[in-house]
């Protein structure tokens, strides 16, 4: 593995419960890729989920509920929607051991014909923030690849951001696969 910083993976466990099977996904804290320089942190992952793309673009862009399955957010609501594109407004609280932030946030994310939504801030908790996530169809599921960079709008020791980020993103995306399995099951 040449990009071996780059390269993540999924882990994925299989839990029974009453005799009936159930997948879950669980992105561990060390499969996401998070560096500091010059005050910006960039993080990526990747992860592969056992579901069709177009279930994944759902969950993806359902920022009206995703505060009933992304764990740190209180709410999540679209804010416009023209076309391929959203205004979006979110607020939440994160916590990483005895720490927990407050945090808002009003983005553009824009979808693109060859499964890219690029998400820039407009307005909220951090200086700047851009992200963008790939998903494409890898046999019977979907790939997504995630990249974010973004400036906090306070001063924190990268020692301890480098982690809560790590942190953060692998339990949003934990919750984000999971969705997509509960949402296939129905």
Known sequence: ??????AMLLAVSVFTNAGAEVLAIHLDEENVAVDFQDGRYSASLSLQLPVPPGLALEVLTDFDHMGDFVPNLASSRIVSHAGNVYRIAQQGKANFGPFSF?????RRVELFPDGRLVSQALSGSTKYM??????QAVGSGTKISYR?????????PSSFGVGFMRHELAEQFSA???EM???QKK
């Open 176 to 178: 984000l696969g999971n």
């Open 102 to 106: 407050k945090f808002s946030s009003e």
């Open 130 to 135: 851009r992200s963008e996530l790939h998903f």
């Open 1 to 6: 593995m040449t990009r071996l910083f780059v």
């Open 181 to 183: 399995l509960r949402r």
């Open 148 to 156: 974010i960079e973004m400036v906090p709008d306070y001063w924190v």
